[in-house]
C-alpha cells in the first residue's frame, strides 16, 4: 500500500520553503510520494490577490521537478473547496492509498477556523511542521485542549500508519524565511507568463 503526504495550499507562488518541507516529510515519514494540493480558491485568503490555478500549478510544477513530489489541481475534479471534503474524497477514490495530512504549525494556530476541523483529524493523521516563530502559537493554538489527548510523540513518527485516530505528531524543522507574501511583494506580476500555458493534471489528466 503507497504512502502519500498531502500539502495544500494556494502555491501562490510555489517556492523553495514548500519543497524543503516536501522533502524533509517525505524522509521523515517514508513516504512514496508528496502530493501538493494546488488549490482553486483558498476560503480564508483574499480571491483578488490570487494568481491563476493555470499558473499557480505551472509554478508547482517548476518548483517540484526531479522529486517524489506531484503537484495536481485534483479538487477541481472532486469538486470540493474545503480541506475536510477533498481529503474525504481522496479517501474514498483511492483506497488502495495511505494518506497523512501535512501542515505548517502557522495553520495549526489557525486550525480552529477550518471547517469540520475535528473531522480532518479523523479522516488520516496530521503532521504539523514546526516552524521558527509559530512554535510556540501552535503549541497553545486553542484546537491543542483537544487534540491533546492524540499527540504523538516525534520519535514514533515511522509508526504513523499504525496510528488509530485522531493522531498528531509535530516535527521541528530548520529555519527558512521564504514565503509566497515576499515574492510576491518582489514581483507582483510572477503569473503573467504562466497563466496563457494549459497544462495536464499529472493525476487526473485533466486539462487545466
Given at each position: 500500500?503507497?504512502?502519500?503526504g498531502?500539502?495544500g495550499g494556494?502555491?501562490?507562488?510555489?517556492?523553495?520553503?514548500?519543497?524543503?518541507?516536501?522533502?524533509?516529510?517525505?524522509?521523515?515519514?517514508?513516504?512514496?510520494?508528496?502530493?501538493?494540493?494546488?488549490?482553486?480558491?483558498?476560503?480564508?485568503?483574499?480571491?483578488?490577490?490570487?494568481?491563476?490555478?493555470?499558473?499557480?500549478?505551472?509554478?508547482?510544477?517548476?518548483?517540484?521537478?526531479?522529486?517524489?513530489i506531484?503537484?495536481?489541481?485534483?479538487?477541481?475534479?472532486?469538486?470540493?473547496?474545503?480541506?475536510?471534503?477533498?481529503?474525504?474524497?481522496?479517501?474514498?477514490?483511492?483506497?488502495?492509498?495511505?494518506?497523512?495530512?501535512?501542515?505548517?504549525?502557522?495553520?495549526?494556530?489557525?486550525?480552529h477556523?477550518?471547517?469540520?476541523?475535528?473531522?480532518?483529524?479523523?479522516?488520516?493523521?496530521?503532521?504539523?511542521?514546526?516552524?521558527?516563530?509559530?512554535?510556540?502559537?501552535a503549541?497553545?493554538?486553542?484546537?491543542?485542549?483537544?487534540?491533546?489527548?492524540?499527540?504523538?510523540?516525534?520519535?514514533?513518527?515511522?509508526?504513523?500508519?499504525?496510528?488509530?485516530?485522531?493522531?498528531?505528531?509535530?516535527?521541528?524543522?530548520?529555519?527558512?524565511?521564504?514565503?509566497?507574501?515576499?515574492?510576491?511583494?518582489?514581483?507582483?506580476?510572477?503569473?503573467?507568463?504562466?497563466?496563457?500555458?494549459?497544462?495536464?493534471?499529472?493525476?487526473t489528466?485533466?486539462?487545466?
Amino acid at each position: 500500500m503507497k504512502t502519500i503526504g498531502l500539502l495544500g495550499g494556494s502555491f501562490n507562488p510555489a517556492h523553495g520553503g514548500h519543497r524543503r518541507i516536501s522533502l524533509f516529510a517525505m524522509k521523515a515519514f517514508k513516504l512514496d510520494a508528496m502530493w501538493w494540493l494546488v488549490s482553486p480558491g483558498n476560503p480564508l485568503k483574499d480571491a483578488d490577490d490570487m494568481a491563476p490555478l493555470r499558473a499557480r500549478l505551472a509554478s508547482a510544477r517548476a518548483v517540484a521537478r526531479h522529486s517524489r513530489i506531484v503537484p495536481t489541481a485534483i479538487e477541481t475534479r472532486l469538486g470540493t473547496r474545503f480541506t475536510v471534503d477533498t481529503l474525504r474524497s481522496l479517501r474514498r477514490r483511492y483506497p488502495q492509498y495511505r494518506f497523512i495530512w501535512i501542515m505548517g504549525a502557522d495553520n495549526l494556530a489557525q486550525f480552529h477556523r477550518w471547517k469540520d476541523w475535528r473531522k480532518i483529524a479523523r479522516l488520516m493523521p496530521i503532521a504539523v511542521m514546526v516552524r521558527p516563530g509559530y512554535d510556540k502559537s501552535a503549541r497553545f493554538a486553542s484546537v491543542m485542549g483537544w487534540f491533546a489527548r492524540f499527540v504523538r510523540r516525534a520519535d514514533q513518527k515511522d509508526q504513523w500508519t499504525t496510528w488509530s485516530l485522531p493522531s498528531l505528531v509535530m516535527i521541528g524543522t530548520r529555519p527558512d524565511t521564504r514565503s509566497a507574501t515576499a515574492l510576491r511583494s518582489r514581483s507582483p506580476e510572477w503569473h503573467r507568463d504562466m497563466a496563457h500555458h494549459p497544462l495536464r493534471d499529472v493525476i487526473t489528466h485533466d486539462l487545466i
